[in-house]
């Protein structure tokens, strides 16, 4: 990866289109090709990434890549326990997540861009409002990184405050679309932050450490029906408002 030689004030970007086309070629790849990614250039997207700013400069950022073995393992006991969430959900107090990513009560319009969500991905897939059971496995992906080579995980140090989240997503987006400027695609993942106890056992991950997200990364199935969902936006006139 080369660094920034030349002054950051008159360094110019010299092809708008291209930093715009990392940002929106960007979506959430739920299938994968079978290719692994060269560690070199995983290197190079989590140096790209931590360029990211944080207030004062903090960095609170802590990743694990996670591959083979170690990531069979995790894949396989996250899923069990997934499984006997099933059919035994009084153990969702056991697999509860640190901190709250989703309201307890939704309100319009959130509530329904969610359901927009959710119903447009499972249309995708052809599964249909009751199916329990396909919804079960299509859900349980995520604790396959959707079969993806690589999983990442970020955690935080539990010192941080709340505002430290909102540095982890400047760091999360500039992962994805550094991502993006090699040929990969990725998927954030707030699911896996039910299993943190499982997960931090098997990537070595302290007491001192929150489970923020998980990630799946790798080249995706272009071939693959669930990667031809693609979500809307609200335009942007409509969220902003000028005011003078
Ligand atoms: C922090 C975060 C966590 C997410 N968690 C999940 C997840 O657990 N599983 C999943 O399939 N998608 C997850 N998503 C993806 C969102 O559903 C997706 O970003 C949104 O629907 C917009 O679609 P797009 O990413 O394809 O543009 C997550 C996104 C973010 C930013």
Known sequence: ???????????????????????????????????PVEKSVLEDILQVAARAPSGTNTQPWKVYVVQGATKNKLVN???????????????????????????????????????????????????????KDKMHLQHQQNYRFFGAPVGLIFTIDKVMGRGSLLDYGMFLQSVMVAARARGLHTCPQAAWNHFSKIIFKHVGAGDNEMMVCGMALGYADEAALVNTFKTTRVDANDFTHWVE
């Open 1 to 35: 990866m080369k660094e920034l030689t030349s002054s950051q004030v008159s360094t110019v970007v010299a092809d708008a289109n291209s930093v715009d086309a990392a940002i929106l070629s960007r979506f959430s790849a739920r299938a994968y090709l079978d290719k």
């Open 77 to 131: 006991e996250v899923c069990d326990a997934h499984n006997a969430m099933a059919t035994h959900p009084e153990l969702a107090i056991e697999y509860a997540e640190e901190y709250d990513y989703y309201p307890s009560k939704w309100v319009s319009p959130f509530i329904d861009r969610r359901r927009e969500c959710g119903f447009g991905l499972y249309g995708v897939l052809g599964i249909g409002k009751g199916d």
